[in-house]
């Protein structure tokens, strides 16, 4: 992200945590809350986006229930989202 935004290049990101979203804000980012097993707020964040990237394996679930909600079917959402 600190080197898309050294290029002049907008971001936006999607965050759950008010401490992680002014962490963001802070960096210069536009910040969306939001969750991404909620398809409407993950296609609101995504609107108008040439690209999207997702990072959200890089947390792990506690459940394999929680693998299937937040990775799989949040990654479905991003991946319609972005397609516009």
């Known amino acids: 992200m600190d080197e898309l935004l050294a290029q002049g290049r907008k ?10 979203a002014r962490s963001f804000a802070d960096q210069g980012a536009t910040v969306v809350t ?18 999207v990237v997702s990072l959200v394996g890089r947390h ?18 991003l991946v319609r989202a972005g397609r516009g």
């Not at 971001?11 to 992680?20: A, N, Q, S």
């Not at 964040?45 to 040439?50: L, M, Q, V």
């Open 11 to 20: 971001v936006r990101v999607m965050v759950r945590g008010e401490k992680d």
């Open 60 to 77: 792990f679930p506690r459940t394999e229930q929680g693998l299937w909600d937040v990775h799989a079917r949040g990654n479905e959402n």
């Open 34 to 51: 939001g969750d991404v097993r909620d398809a409407e707020a993950v296609a609101r964040a995504c609107d108008g986006a040439s690209t």
